[in-house]
T-cell receptor
């Protein structure tokens, strides 16, 4: 089984709808992240969490919210979806390596289309 | 502004050939640099990670170099295989707290038979 899973894998929704993307991990990591990826751009950080109930805004948090109710789960919500939120969304976890750096592990991604 | 640039944007090579991908960054202070491989429709997977004191690191047919003085890195792929077709992403972290990863846009590599 995959260590970081995302549901749904694909979603088409209409403008104005509320949508939630789920991320679960079995790696036991405290740190979790949500990114979006657009063609020609690098992954951009939406929100991150270092522990349960800990929430921090990333580079592009406007229009998004997150919830971290358990160590293994980190959900991303679009309160009122708009077309420019059409993108590939990735969840990631990280932990400290033996060399003291953080290694990130990514989920398979959710392709979201807002019409 | 912390930025990571990669070149070329895309590259097509024949199976068995070597290639080199480039990464330039302006992230400061520098902590470490990673190269990820991202297959189409999948999440990025780490290939190598280098800290300030390391100037080369290999992972099978992948060899990454780092010049922290010029803020440049390269990823060399030897004897390419069809399965190397993917996007290769350079990521620079400015410290070890995990939230400040700056991602490059990636280089799309296509290996043809």
């Amino acid at each position: 089984d995959a260590d970081v899973t995302q549901t749904p894998r694909n979603r088409i929704t209409k403008t104005g709808k509320r949508i939630m993307l789920e991320c679960s991990q079995t790696k036991g990591h405290d740190r979790m992240y949500w990114y979006r990826q657009d063609p020609g751009l690098g992954l951009r950080l939406i929100y991150y969490s270092f522990d349960v109930k800990d929430i921090n805004k990333g580079e592009i948090s406007d229009g998004y919210s997150v919830s971290r109710q358990a160590q293994a789960k980190f959900s991303l919500s679009l309160e009122s979806a708009i077309p420019n939120q059409t993108a590939l969304y990735f969840c990631a976890t990280s932990d400290v390596t033996s060399s003291g750096t953080h290694e990130q592990y990514f989920g398979p991604g959710t392709r979201l289309t807002v019409t | 502004k912390n930025q990571v640039e990669q070149s070329p944007q895309s590259l097509i090579i024949l199976e068995g050939k070597n290639c080199t991908l480039q990464c330039n960054y302006t992230v400061s202070p520098f902590s470490n640099l990673r190269w990820y491989k991202q297959d189409t429709g999948r999440g990025p997977v780490s290939l190598t990670i280098m800290t300030f004191s390391e100037n080369t690191k290999s992972n099978g047919r992948y060899t990454a170099t780092l010049d922290a003085d010029t803020k440049q890195s390269s990823l060399h792929i030897t004897a390419s295989q069809l399965s190397d077709s993917a996007s290769y992403i350079c990521v620079v972290s400015s410290h070890n707290y995990g939230q400040n990863f700056v991602f490059g846009p990636g280089t799309r590599l296509s290996v043809l038979p």
